[in-house]
């Protein structure tokens, strides 16, 4: 079946890090993938997508880039901010029926 | 309102009571997912309304779990017979459409806890 395995947490950066998420999808045809933030005490919101090969996502500095030869969509943010520590979770929609596969969630904390 | 809503936020119940959760989505969002978020778990897939169309009730982990959809709007899940591994964060998310390139706006959850 279709599966999502992200990087384990927790991960522990400085402010101004350079940040990689790893990510990795099965799937038995053609998803898209996407990157979703829980910030501390609020509900999960999209950060980035991709919905075809070699699409790359972004947004609020982050990348992922969608790459069907090694089925990855790593996230990577060049400068990490406190503001981003978050539990960070990949995940893949397939099929019409769009119910979301998820990874099992990184948690990122940045220290000052 | 502008997002998905859910009700109530927290709900603490003694276990073998049913409780019942709601979800508000988006005004005009035909398709509506429930998720749960159990500690240290992902997020783990319920059920799917779409429309008119016959629910995708294949991530359901037992009979005691049960939604409805009442005019395409509102959703109520219902969990009879908690038990203390149903404790969770329920999620409930809406769409504009079902296809896979239209993000799902999530609601900020219901936090169950069963004694």
């Known amino acids: 079946g279709d599966s999502v395995t992200q990087m384990e947490g927790p991960v522990t950066l400085s402010e101004e890090a350079f940040l990689t998420i790893n990510c990795t999808y099965t799937a038995t045809g053609y998803p898209s993938l996407f990157w979703y933030v829980q910030y501390p005490g609020e509900g999960l919101q999209l950060l980035l997508k991709?919905?075809?090969?070699?699409d790359k996502g972004s947004n609020k500095g982050f990348e992922a880039t969608y790459r069907k030869e090694t089925t990855s969509f790593h996230l990577e943010k060049g400068s990490v901010q406190v503001s981003d520590s978050a539990v960070y979770f990949c995940a893949l929609t397939y099929s019409s029926a769009s119910k979301i596969i998820f990874g099992s969630g990184t948690r990122l904390s940045i220290r000052p | 309102g502008a997002g998905v809503s859910q009700s109530p936020s927290n709900k603490v119940t003694e276990k073998g009571k049913d409780v019942e959760l709601r979800c508000d989505p988006i005004s005009g969002h035909t398709a509506l997912y429930w998720y749960r978020q159990s500690l240290g778990q992902g997020l783990e897939f319920l059920i799917y309304?779409?429309?008119?169309?016959?629910?995708?009730k294949s991530g359901l982990p037992s009979d005691r779990f049960s939604a409805e959809r009442t005019g395409g709007s509102v959703s109520t899940l219902t969990i009879q017979r908690t038990q203390q591994e149903d404790s969770a964060v329920y999620l409930c998310?809406?769409?504009?459409?079902?296809?896979?390139?239209?993000?799902?706006?999530f609601g900020d959850g219901t936090r169950l806890s069963i004694l």
């Open positions: 309304f779409q429309g008119n169309s016959a629910p995708d």
């Open positions: 998310a809406s769409s504009s459409t079902g296809n896979s390139n239209q993000p799902q706006h």
């Open positions: 991709a919905t075809k090969a070699d």
